[in-house]
């Protein structure tokens, strides 16, 4: 069965250091992968999604995710955190046809000033 | 812009007393789902029309149903909501493809307490 593993419930950065939020799935095929992003007591939003045609993926807001199939892995990253990036980050996954998104647990980002 | 719509933002109903969110869309997607998402949780599936065709997950409770009269419109009929039942809960569309689905795009959520 698939599913998605994101290390850290809560991840801590200063304004202007690196952002990385890790994600681990398992999947018997090649998936398509997400990250959404959730501000508070907002829907989510689509930050990017890998569906095979480049191992790295640009997507809003300056992230981007890299698709690692040797590590089932795909871990976002943003070069400066932003205050405004604070949020719940979710990763998620869906197998081909399959209309059913797994997500993983999320993890929150905190930015200090 | 198209986008999924969702009212209200915020709804109080009092323990069993039935309660109906609704959602709109005007992407034309084939495909709607309703998402319950409990505080620091991550969204977890009711269930979702493909066209016409309703699928329901297993482990959805009968307390919750659903109705889509037609492609732009759904609704999430909580028939006795209990106070495990407050929550977020997210309508999100998406569009079938050759192959598989597109991205699922979501509203901004229904935010529901119980009394």
């Keep these: ?113 | 812009d198209a986008m999924v719509i969702q009212n209200p933002r915020y709804q109080v109903t009092q323990f069993g007393k039935p309660v109906t969110l609704s959602c709109s869309q005007t992407l034309n997607h084939n495909v709607m789902y309703w998402y319950q998402q409990k505080s620091s949780q991550a969204p977890k599936l009711l269930f979702h029309y493909y066209d016409k065709d309703f699928n329901n997950e297993a482990d959805t409770p009968d307390n919750f149903q659903s109705r889509r009269p037609n492609t732009s419109f759904c609704f999430l009929d909580i028939r006795s909501p209990g106070l495990g039942d407050a929550a977020m809960y997210l309508c999100a569309t998406s569009r079938e493809i050759q192959g598989g689905q597109e991205t699922q795009y979501f509203g901004p959520g229904t935010r529901l307490l119980v009394l």
Aim: charged letters at 15%.
């Design chain 1, 1 to 113: 069965a698939q599913s998605v593993t994101q290390l850290g419930s809560h991840v801590s950065v200063s304004e202007g250091a690196l952002v990385l939020l890790r994600c681990n799935y398992s999947s018997s095929v090649p998936p398509y992968l997400f990250w959404y992003v959730q501000y508070p007591n907002q829907g989510l939003q689509l930050l990017l999604k890998y569906t095979s045609a480049a191992t790295l993926v640009k997507g809003i807001n300056g992230f981007e995710a890299e698709f690692k199939k040797s590590e089932t892995s795909f871990h976002l990253t943003k070069p400066s955190a932003h205050m405004s990036d604070a949020a719940e980050y979710f990763c998620a996954v869906t197998e081909g046809s399959s209309y059913k998104l797994i997500f993983g647990s999320g993890t929150r980002l905190l930015v200090r000033p």
